[in-house]
C-alpha cells in the first residue's frame, strides 16, 4: 500500500524550532520529487516547499524561505522539513505529498499523508 | 490572498452539473497546467485532475477539467451528496519565486 505518514506536530513557542518526518512506503521514493504543503485551521492549502527526487534542488514559498529547510533521506524513504524561527502564523496541519511526475516534477501531488499538527503559541 | 481566484462556494442539486472556475495569470495557469484537488470534511486532499484535464485512476469521469488561456474550470456532472466538499484548483508559477500556488478554494454545496 502506498502511504505517507508525518510526524513531529507539537504545540512549540514563537522563535522555536520544529523538524517534522514522514515516512514513505509503497512506491520508489528516490523516483519522486516531494512537498510539504500546509493548511491553517478553517483555512485553504498553502505550498511550502518542494525537493528534488535526488536533493539537488530545493523550491520554498516566500512565507518560509529563509527560515525553513527541506530535506530528504532516500536510505530512509523519508522527507523532513527543518522549520526555525518559529511565527505564530506558521501554525497549521502540515502534509507531506508525492509529486505525481517521475523523475521530475508537476507540481501535482497524488499521495498525501493525514498531517501532522504544529501549533506556535506561547 | 489567493494567486489564483476561485468563488468561495458553489452548489447544485442531485443530479445537476456544476462547474468551478479557477482565474490565474501568464506566470501560472497561462504557461503551466492546472491541478484541482477535492478535500472532504476532515480529510486530506485528493488529487482529481492533473494536467487541465487527466484524471488520476479511480476518480469518476464525472469529473473533468479544461484550461483556457489564464482560466481553468472543473465541471461535476450528474452530481451527488458525496460530491460535498471543498475544492482546490493549483498550478506551477514561474514568477520570481517559483513554486505551487493553490486557489482560496470552493466550498460545494449540494442541495
Known amino acids: 500500500e502506498v502511504q505517507l505518514v508525518e510526524s513531529g506536530g507539537v504545540v512549540v513557542q514563537p522563535g522555536g524550532s520544529l523538524r517534522l518526518s514522514c515516512a514513505a512506503s509503497?512506491?520508489?521514493?528516490?523516483?519522486?520529487?516531494m512537498h510539504w504543503v500546509r493548511q491553517a485551521p478553517g483555512k485553504g492549502l498553502e505550498w511550502v516547499s518542494l525537493i528534488s527526487w535526488d536533493g539537488g534542488s530545493t523550491y520554498y514559498a516566500d512565507s518560509v524561505k529563509g527560515r525553513f529547510t527541506i530535506s530528504r533521506d532516500n536510505s530512509k524513504n523519508s522527507l523532513y522539513l527543518q522549520m526555525n524561527s518559529l511565527r505564530a502564523e506558521d501554525t497549521a496541519l502540515y502534509y507531506c505529498?508525492?509529486?505525481?511526475?517521475?523523475?521530475?516534477?508537476?507540481?501535482?501531488?497524488?499521495?498525501w499523508g493525514q498531517g501532522t499538527m504544529v501549533t506556535v503559541s506561547s | 490572498q489567493s494567486v489564483l481566484t476561485q468563488p468561495p462556494s458553489a452548489s447544485g442539486t442531485p443530479g445537476q452539473r456544476v462547474t468551478i472556475s479557477c482565474s490565474g495569470s501568464s506566470s501560472n495557469i497561462g504557461s503551466n497546467t492546472v491541478n484541482w484537488y477535492q478535500q472532504l470534511p476532515g480529510t486530506a486532499p485528493k488529487l482529481l485532475i492533473y494536467s487541465n484535464n487527466q484524471r488520476p485512476s479511480g476518480v469518476p469521469d464525472r469529473f473533468s477539467g479544461s484550461k483556457s488561456g489564464t482560466s481553468a474550470s472543473l465541471a461535476i456532472s450528474g452530481l451527488q451528496s458525496e460530491d460535498e466538499a471543498d475544492y482546490y484548483c493549483a498550478a506551477w508559477d514561474d514568477s520570481l519565486n517559483e513554486g505551487v500556488v493553490f486557489g482560496g478554494g470552493t466550498k460545494l454545496t449540494v442541495l
Open positions: 505529498a508525492k509529486d505525481i511526475q517521475y523523475g521530475d516534477h508537476l507540481g501535482a501531488f497524488d499521495i
Open positions: 509503497g512506491f520508489t521514493f528516490d523516483d519522486y520529487a
